[in-house]
T-cell receptor, first 119, second 113 residues
Framework: AQKITQTQPGMFVQEKEAVTLDCTYDTSDPSYGLFWYKQPSSGEMIFLIY??????QNATEGRYSLNFQKARKSANLVISASQLGDSAMYFC????????????????FGQGTILTVHP | DVKVTQSSRYLVKRTGEKVFLECVQDMDHENMFWYRQDPGLGLRLIYFSYDVKMKEKGDIPEGYSVSREKKERFSLILESASTNQTSMYLC????????????FGQGTRLTVV
């Protein structure tokens, strides 16, 4: 079964508008973390934001926020005030066993969503 | 800044060749990973290592092996390259068991002809 699902292969947004990139996950581990990465056309993976399963508040980092709905097992990325430089591939990823388990930092990734920001 | 460096950005090899992809990190990270990235499939874990000389299979280890003789270096080996191993390969590293993000290298685009 797919552990991380990103159902939007591609998304388009107008510059300065907000956009939500969807991510759902599947785990039976009560201790896990969710990450979002950005991959521009140059290929490097840039870490954006992290949410722990026990965190009470949704994570925010500048224009990025994570809409964490634990009961629905979703961790959507919200980008506010989109910029042309936000055009990239975005990956959602999960790390299980953060409560002292033996995951050794393994990340499981979704398929990715290509975001295009129009001027 | 953490730096993860992969030895080649682009590589073209012939079918049947033995291929070495090298990865070096400079932040004393315990964990190192090799992923391959294919369109529509995201990143898939090939192998990872949590200590020197320690390695574990990921989700798609077939046709690959790894070596970690020193903490800072993690090598991916294609014993006999095949065309279905044409892909983007990404190396990553992270701290021990603390929950921090993984840092990635710039990727190696391997073409097997």
């Amino acid at each position: 079964a797919q552990k991380i699902t990103q159902t939007q292969p591609g998304m388009f947004v107008q510059e300065k508008e907000a956009v939500t990139l969807d991510c759902t996950y599947d785990t039976s581990d009560p201790s896990y973390g969710l990450f979002w990465y950005k991959q521009p056309s140059s290929g490097e993976m840039i870490f954006l934001i992290y949410q722990g399963s026990y965190d009470q508040q949704n994570a925010t980092e500048g224009r990025y926020s994570l809409n964490f709905q634990k009961a629905r097992k979703s961790a959507n990325l919200v980008i506010s005030a989109s910029q042309l430089g936000d055009s990239a591939m975005y990956f959602c990823a999960m790390r299980e066993g953060i409560g002292g388990g033996t995951s050794y930092g393994k990340l499981t990734f979704g398929q990715g969503t290509i975001l295009t920001v129009h001027p | 800044d953490v730096k993860v460096t992969q030895s080649s950005r682009y590589l073209v090899k012939r079918t049947g060749e033995k291929v070495f992809l090298e990865c070096v990190q400079d932040m004393d990270h315990e964990n190192m990973f090799w992923y391959r990235q294919d369109p529509g499939l995201g990143l898939r874990l090939i192998y990872f290592s949590y200590d020197v000389k320690m390695k574990e299979k990921g989700d798609i280890p077939e046709g690959y092996s790894v070596s970690r003789e020193k903490k800072e270096r993690f090598s991916l080996i294609l014993e006999s390259a095949s065309t279905n191993q044409t892909s983007m390969y990404l190396c990553a590293s992270s701290l021990g068991r603390r929950v921090t993000e993984a840092f990635f290298g710039q990727g190696t685009r391997l073409t097997v002809v």
